[in-house]
């Protein structure tokens, strides 16, 4: 079973959270995220936020970007060691 919003939506209903990595070609997401190409600098990341979810965009390496989807957190908090990682991964 792949993650997506509407799958959140129906585990919150069922009081259940959920937090993963999501593939970039849903349709749910928004475009910047289904580029290749983007000014986003290296260990960066911008949050999406719905009502129930939170997507998360974190940008590792020149062309790559993990898509982080969680129901459970709803910010994104970088810890301070030598690789700059979120506190959801």
Do not use: H, Q, W
């Not at 997507?55 to 957190?73: A, F, G, M, R």
């Amino acid at each position: 079973m792949t993650l997506s919003v509407p799958l959140a939506t129906k585990l919150i209903t069922k009081r259940t959270s959920l937090v993963g990595t999501i593939r970039r070609n849903k349709r749910e997401l928004p475009k910047l995220v289904k580029s290749k190409k983007d000014n986003m600098p290296s260990f960066s990341t911008i949050l999406y936020k719905t009502d129930n979810c939170t997507l998360t965009i974190y940008k590792t390496k020149l062309n790559k970007k993990v898509l982080l989807l969680s129901s459970k957190c709803k910010s994104a908090k970088i810890k301070k060691d030598c690789k700059l990682l979120l506190e959801i991964i």
